[in-house]
């Protein structure tokens, strides 16, 4: 049995049986071109969810089964923004793995206002009930709801230390 996948689906069942617009396995498109030559499609990636309206702004929602957050996930989320034109999404991992879950935020430039915030959501695996996972599935939808705007700094870390 293929446990990523099934908390993969598990996540989308969570988000179709919500009152939110959902889009699963939506693709997005890479492209190639070389000098003069047409644009060609080169190769897709699937979104496991894109959210169009989540309060007024479009959101990547990605499901991980794993224990710890690594920076190809963070890769991953940022490219798709970056195709979608989203500027906020949701890594969702199961519960109780994490002892940090602070939002990353990722600046355009040293100064911008510009960002794409990646905010972790978890997924509460322990309920042997149809009721606790529709309770554990109600408190997912709920975390991501809640995300809004990140507080920004007037400089970087590395800014204040004389780095940037």
Known sequence: MDLARL???????????????CEAK?????????????????TSMELDLFLPNVRNEAVVV???????????????????CWLTGARRAVLV????????????????????????????AELDLTSGTLEGWHRAARDLIAQVEKGGPPDLPDSTPDQARGYA
């Open 7 to 21: 908390f993969e689906d598990s996540v989308v069942r969570a988000f179709r049986d919500s009152d939110l617009e």
């Open 26 to 42: 939506r693709p997005v498109y890479i492209f190639r071109q070389s000098d003069g030559a047409a644009i060609e499609r080169h």
């Open 62 to 80: 990605d499901a991980k089964y794993k224990r710890q957050i690594s920076a190809a996930s963070l890769h991953q989320m940022t490219t798709y």
């Open 93 to 120: 991992l199961p519960r109780g793995n994490l002892a940090d879950r602070r939002s990353f935020v990722l600046r355009a430039g040293s100064n911008s206002r510009d960002v794409i915030r990646i905010d972790i």
